[in-house]
């Protein structure tokens, strides 16, 4: 559909193990506000803890304090080490690989990946974020196109940016770093 259109930008994304870590804590620690979320939790039960102290009952404070702080870090470690797990079993290494390309023409773009084939319009691409020297696109709820700065130069990622803040306006959140 949209590869015989004339394309706009076609990047050949590579991924390594270190960029699909960065989206995985992007995705699932800060874009769904998990992180936050089970800090306030920990900053609720260490507060209890501070009131139990007040109220002369050390044990408790103690007891509420160390949770309070034992929860995050064990989270953390937990979704690190998922990830891990997650970055052997598709057997990424820290030299990037050829993932996929993505195409984007004025409609809106196509995803080849080995002898799989999608296009999506502009309208039904879900948001985009452009964090750190990555762009995230999700052409799904759920589903993404990791695109590193490093899989192509920067004319072309200011072309990219700018194809996104374009058509997609309030659904692209633009925190790049050059």
Same mark, same amino acid.
């Given at each position: 559909m949209h590869t015989t259109e004339d394309n706009l930008l076609v990047i050949h994304s590579r991924l390594s193990a270190a960029d699909f870590r960065g989206f995985s804590f992007y995705n699932g620690l800060i874009r769904g506000h998990r992180l936050l979320k089970v800090l306030i939790f920990a900053l609720l039960l260490i507060l209890f803890g501070w009131c139990h102290f007040m109220a002369g009952m050390p044990k408790f404070a103690a007891i509420y304090a160390f949770i309070g702080f034992i929860i995050?870090?064990? =989270?953390?470690? /937990?979704?690190?080490?998922?990830?891990?797990?997650q970055t052997m079993a598709m057997e990424l290494s820290e030299t990037p690989q050829d993932a996929y390309t993505v195409g984007f023409t004025q409609l809106g773009i196509w995803i080849q990946r080995g002898q799989e084939h999608a296009s999506v319009d502009w309208n039904r691409i879900n948001s985009a974020y452009a964090r750190g020297k990555e762009?995230?696109? =999700?052409?799904? /709820?759920?589903?993404?196109l990791i695109l590193p700065d490093a899989s192509t130069d920067s004319e072309s990622v200011a072309l990219l940016l700018s194809l996104l803040?374009?058509?997609?306006?309030?659904?692209?959140e633009n925190h790049h770093t050059k």
């Open positions: 995050p870090f064990v =989270y953390v470690l /937990q979704y690190w080490y998922s990830v891990h797990r762009t995230y696109l =999700y052409y799904m /709820q759920n589903r993404a803040e374009k058509n997609l306006g309030h659904r692209f």
